[in-house]
DNA sequence: TCACTTCTGTAGTGATCGTTCTAGAAGTAC
DNA sequence: GTACTTCTAGAACGATCACTACAGAAGTGA
């Protein structure tokens, strides 16, 4: 057994409430004493358990990516059809990012939008993030055009961003109040952006050639 | 005239550099260091100029809406049709958050995104603002929805909330280094959204019951 | 019991925050 | 010139920032 005086907190339990402080209020935004506040414990506990305040950020960050935020690389992943994983992605966004018990919106997005000039590579490691479900986002819908479920002439690329614009503005809408449903209504209207499938007949014709 | 020791700067210059400054960085990353340096004047001459930090930032913001975010309304304005002003606004949106000329994305949508708790004040004013503008451009296609323009069921709500999600969308994209281009590209997706036309003949029936 | 290890609470580090005091500079009015 | 007013520069205010030195508490291993 280890030797020494043991923890007197749950270091699990602690992460999860680093969490929901950072989630809450951004990087910058949350002090240390925010955090050993909301955590009820003193800020050297607090720093041998996780190094300081950026390192427990990045601990935090990656939990999150890997518990709140999978249902996005779980969409992507599960769902044969690109069409089915971007209407999964946002209806479940628009959930995801409304739920009374949590904070608004998603953490990956909005914890580092006004950072200052010193806290510049943690706004870096974010956009990294997003950069990559933006691309994963991507290679689902450039797989859709090789498959024939999308034209072979879509634009991955510009779809992709529009998607990831979408959610960024969900997030947003989220964190000024709107309400679940006010959500939903935008990915529904999102949804309506969707190009035409690849003329074979089996279409519903939203975009076939006339006549 | 007036007496005393004329003021060495020009105070509509330095509100300039003060919303560049605040569009860059945000409120609450904004210091007031950083604002005598960039300005070039000391602390005590700004504040005999514009109050305190808070009392700047409204006037820039203020200042913000009235120049480079005057498009918004002008659009909203000047467009007779409720689609052609949403399509200015994207295009223009496009163009505007991506300017080299200018910090990214839009200062009234990322200012306060992510601020302490002891600039909520600041953070609800720039919410009610972003509201003012939804409610215009909600106002516009209730108003396409009463002249025929789109059809009379049409949900003015949940399309303006769509389309102010979009803007936000736009703006963090901005923010994410995405090119004046992708803008363009989202703004066109977002547009694809818009409702078919109300079913009266004149429309391109893209919407209209089949044969 | 006693050494050893590890954690906790108090208190304090230097740096930076927004803001202001103070002394003097730079103008007008007479 | 002198009086008066207003602005500027430097220094400093208390508060808060992220972070840590230190001393004692609380456990294990003998």
Not at 104 to 121: E, F, K, M, V
Not at 157 to 182: E, I, K, N, P
Request: glycine share 8%.
């Amino acid at each position: 057994m280890r030797t020494g005086r043991p923890r007197s907190f749950d270091r699990h339990e602690a992460l999860e409430g680093a969490i929901a402080v950072f989630w809450e209020h951004g990087y910058d935004a949350t002090s240390i004493a925010m955090l050993t506040r909301a955590l009820g414990i003193g800020a050297p506990s607090l720093y041998a358990a996780f190094g300081d305040k950026r390192a427990l950020f990045l601990e935090a960050l990656d939990r999150y990516i890997r518990t709140y935020g999978a249902f996005t690389a779980r969409a992507l992943a599960e769902e044969p059809n690109a069409r089915d994983a971007v209407e999964r992605l946002l209806r479940e966004a628009a959930a995801a990012y409304t739920r009374p018990d949590r904070p608004r919106g998603c953490l990956l997005i909005a914890a580092a939008t006004n950072c200052s000039p010193q806290s510049a590579d943690i706004a870096a490691r974010l956009r990294e993030l997003r950069g990559v479900g933006a691309r994963a986002l991507e290679d689902k819908i450039a797989a859709a055009a090789r498959t024939g479920e999308l034209p072979a002439h879509t634009d991955a690329h510009a779809l992709a961003t529009f998607y990831a614009a979408v959610l960024q503005g969900m997030s947003a809408q989220a964190r000024d109040g709107a309400a679940g449903t006010d959500l939903e209504q935008i990915a529904d209207a999102a949804l309506q952006a969707w190009p035409p499938a690849a003329d074979q007949g089996a279409s519903d014709g939203v975009g076939a050639a006339p006549k």
